[in-house]
């Protein structure tokens, strides 16, 4: 008799990226030895850099039989889309582990709120994709290293959001295009907290981007279809990851990256990604770029690296600020955003922001 895990759709592009190898190296949902390696240490036990764990969290009734079965099917919607080979199950201690993950236990921290929220229970191993449809649209890596060699491009620098563009990306991803040969710009689209933008609004915003500011023969958009963790330094390396493995060579971590709150530094993440480039070869170059802002003085976006002025002539863009008066309808200082992106993000009205009923 078949044992059978329904799974939502977070899990379900879990199982997309694992298979397309989005996620590589890995190859199932994380063993006890890996999800304990990967909490402890930011490793695999193969000592391969990983620093996000991903597990299969199953019911307690599942985790009484899966002992006795080498095969647990996973099941979406009702239809059978996978299976995973078990090699192990177990018990995870979450209070303890999002400690390490995401330096606080604080549910104020979305990621820390929906991970205690999980199952203790977890099944690990190799997962087969038997619904083939699954990978038919996917991004995979086969494809964007084909786009970027069909353009001619040796160097990509891949640039990390979950926001439309404002002012301060803008100078970051045309910093990165002074180095490279081509931008991806990958935005990330699937679960985020409430409040955040809409994969809609997101895509919509950085699409008349390109169409209006950009040179399209130098810039690849695609969105990038996982979760956010807001993990900080462990997500810029996370985020690194994928995109070597999309094909691409540079990678962006500016201030607080994959950031929420106050829970790391300002340029931890950079400080955590040099460190770690510094000592293992993850197959990509990381550019720490400091934090933009608007400079009265000198009258356009700069950064403290090339602008002489002090403080009191600095104004900094704040994705916070722009995002609350999008939702009261405001449009933001030009200094700011451009004026093509407010207007499609406040023609979108109600669909910009996700979660607005949890708010």
């Known amino acids: 008799m078949k044992l059978i895990c329904n799974i939502n ?31 402890d240490n930011m490793k695999l036990s193969d000592g391969s850099v990983w620093t996000i764990p991903f597990t299969l ?11 006795n079965t080498d095969r647990l099917y996973l099941n979406y919607e009702g239809k059978q889309i996978a299976y995973i080979d078990i090699e192990d199950a177990y018990r995870v201690n979450a209070k303890e582990d999002v400690i390490k993950v995401y330096k606080t236990s604080e549910t104020s921290h979305p990621a820390v709120k929906k991970e205690l ?11 087969t994709v038997t619904d083939k449809t699954l990978l038919t649209d996917a991004l995979t890596p086969e494809k964007t290293r084909g786009i970027f060699k069909q353009k001619g491009w040796k160097t990509i620098v891949a640039f990390h959001t979950r926001n439309p563009v404002h002012r301060a990306h803008e100078h970051l991803q045309r910093v990165g295009l002074e180095y490279c040969d081509g931008l991806f710009i990958s935005p990330f689209l699937g679960w985020k907290k409430p409040g955040d933008f809409s994969d809609e609004a997101i895509m919509k915003a950085y699409t008349v981007m390109v169409e209006n500011y950009y040179p399209r023969e130098r810039v690849y958009l695609e969105g990038l279809k996982a979760s956010m963790s807001y993990a900080g330094p462990r997500e810029a390396i996370f985020h690194a990851i994928m995109r ?7 990678f962006i971590v500016g201030r607080d990256h994959a950031g929420v709150g106050s829970y ?10 040099m460190e770690i480039t510094a000592r293992e070869n993850l197959g990509i170059e990381i550019l720490p770029l400091k934090e933009p802002f608007f400079c009265l003085k000198c009258n356009e976006i700069v950064s403290e690296k ?6 009191k002539d600095r104004v900094y863009i704040s994705g916070t600020k722009i995002r609350e008066m999008l939702r009261k309808g405001e449009r933001p200082d030009e200094r700011f955003m451009r004026p093509e992106v407010v207007d499609v993000l406040l023609a979108l009205k109600e ?7 949890e708010l």
Not at 57 to 67: H, L, W
Not at 117 to 127: C, I, L, M, Q, Y
């Open 9 to 39: 759709e977070e899990t379900r592009q879990d199982i997309i990226n694992i298979s397309s190898g989005i996620f590589h190296p890995l190859r199932g949902f994380m063993t006890r030895r890996d999800y304990r390696s990967v909490v």
């Open 57 to 67: 969290e199953v019911t307690p009734d599942i985790y009484q039989k899966v002992s």
């Open 117 to 127: 929220g999980r199952s203790p229970f977890r099944a690990g191993g190799k997962v």
């Open 244 to 250: 070597r493995n999309l094909g691409c060579t540079h």
């Open 264 to 273: 790391y530094g300002r340029y931890e993440a950079q400080d955590t990604a």
């Open 306 to 311: 090339h602008c002489g002025h002090g403080k």
């Open 351 to 357: 669909r910009k922001f996700t979660g607005e009923a």
